[in-house]
């Protein structure tokens, strides 16, 4: 009887050690939903057995990386299991048991959705998602906020088997991402194309400066107050003998998804400085350079020094290079970004916070970051003469900075009108297309020599 009793305890053991082992394979330990093997598992059992269609939701977090970098990881996790919690019950009232929810990683979740094909019906639930998803969070005394980007792709139609259906799923989720994300969208042919050009062009950017393709030209920064040009910022350009002329609205997140932006970034750097350099021996020794930093550039704990390095090569003072980093970049990792931008302040390196009102910000960060400069994004400014709005936003962040003691430049200054509006709010300095476009440098350099006063009497 004791060796039964025995024999039986040993079972129960073993039998409890063997759910906690495919717990431990199949469960996320996050937030406790399957995890990707469960996922592929159970779809590639249903889909082996699918007599009419299904959809395959692939959905990531907007917004959610720079939440975890500023408050950290333990926020993070919390998050996603609420992420988790709130889907898991839509799944279940909107689409039934049969339904599949999983974490696919990271911010990634992916959801199997058996015999559904009807779009107006699956966009319905898209829109449930993306509603639930973007209601504020309370986690540990904060109140957040994000959103989300869905890919969709529909079996049989976007793929046979469940790789086809994932990979063409995150291709559209990528997709809708690019063009505003806090969306849904399905797969079609012409993402498939756009994929495709984005390997082609990965391919070919990684030969780029070997090739001598890339080339830096440089937009004015105008002073409002004398019509002087204070800087040129650079701004890359690429040129291919197969693509021919690549927008650097399609080639910049091919090179900082790739990380290859470092090496890139590094070398703007040096060629932005040393051409500072010549401006100098021609006789514009005001002008400096403005040049925009990744925040993989950011990221590297020796930035600091790669930049004065750089600078003591080429031989351009440090204060007349302005570094440009997005209001996104800084709020990324707040107390190592602070040590790198101290670093770079106090060898004389100016800063500027870029694209100012659309990013993820703080004023209270910004009050303690030693930055110089705030650009306001173009997209305030273009229409301001038509849009009471972007003026008031505009006068209330030239307000702001001078009240921070910091310089206001105001981006995608395109009329004359618009010019006088701002050097009317006080605005410091101006860029863009009413001034001139981004241009080589020889072009560069004959603006300099013809610059004046912006307005006359």
């Known amino acids: ?49 699918a007599q009419t269609s299904a959809a395959l939701l692939y959905l990531d977090l907007d917004g959610f990386k720079d939440i975890n970098d500023s408050l950290g ?146 937009q004015p920064i105008l002073r409002l107050a004398d019509g002087s040009v204070t800087h040129g910022e650079a701004l890359l350009r690429w040129s291919n003998s197969e693509f021919g002329e690549v927008t650097p609205s399609e080639f910049i997140p091919i090179l900082e998804e790739s990380g290859y932006i470092r090496d890139v970034g590094q070398w703007v750097l040096k060629e932005a400085c040393a051409t500072a350099v010549r401006w100098r021996q021609r006789g514009f020794t005001d002008t400096g350079v403005s040049v925009n930093v990744a925040v993989q550039q950011l990221s590297q704990k020796d930035f600091a020094r790669q930049v004065g390095s750089i600078l003591k090569e080429t031989g351009l003072p ?11 970049e800084l709020m990324r990792r707040p107390a190592t970004t602070l040590r790198i931008l101290e670093e770079l302040n106090s060898m004389g390196v100016e800063l500027a916070v870029d694209d100012f009102g659309t990013g993820y910000s703080s004023l209270n960060y910004l009050k303690y970051f030693p930055v110089h400069y705030l650009k306001l994004d173009g997209t305030f400014v273009r229409n301001m003469d038509q849009d009471p709005d972007n003026a008031a936003i505009a006068r209330a962040v030239v307000e702001l900075a001078h009240a921070l003691k910091l310089r206001m430049i105001a981006e995608g200054v395109e009329s004359r009108i618009i010019a006088e509006m701002l050097n009317q709010e006080n605005c410091d300095y101006v860029q863009g297309f009413f001034t001139a476009a981004a241009v080589n440098e020889e072009v560069f350099l004959q603006f300099l020599s013809n610059q004046g006063p912006l307005f006359g009497p």
Do not use: W
């Not at 440090?318 to 996104?328: D, G, M, N």
């Open 318 to 328: 440090a204060e007349r290079l302005i570094l440009e980093i997005t209001e996104s």
């Open 73 to 218: 990881h333990s926020i993070g996790d919390s998050m996603l299991d609420e992420v988790a919690t709130r889907l898991d019950q839509k799944v279940r009232e909107l689409a039934g048991e049969e339904a599949i929810l999983a974490r696919i990683g990271g911010d990634e979740f992916a959801m199997l959705l058996p015999g559904r094909n009807d779009k107006r019906n699956i966009e319905e639930l898209c829109e449930s998602f993306l509603q639930e998803i973007s209601r504020d969070y309370h986690i540990l005394g904060n109140v957040l906020h994000v959103t989300a980007s869905i890919g969709l792709a529909l079996y049989p139609e976007d793929g046979v088997n469940f790789e086809e259906l994932l990979k063409n799923a995150d291709a559209a989720m990528y997709s809708g991402k690019r063009t505003g994300k806090n969306t849904y969208i399905f797969f079609d042919q012409e993402i498939q194309q756009r994929n495709s050009r984005r390997v082609q062009l990965s391919a070919a950017l990684r030969r780029a400066l070997d090739r001598d393709e890339m080339q830096i030209h440089f």
């Open 1 to 49: 009887v004791e060796g039964r009793d025995e024999i039986a305890h040993l079972g129960r053991t073993f039998n409890m050690m063997a759910d906690r082992i495919r717990n431990l394979a199949y469960r996320d330990s996050v937030t406790g939903i399957p995890n990707r093997l469960a996922f592929e598992t159970s779809a590639n059992r249903i889909l082996r057995h």
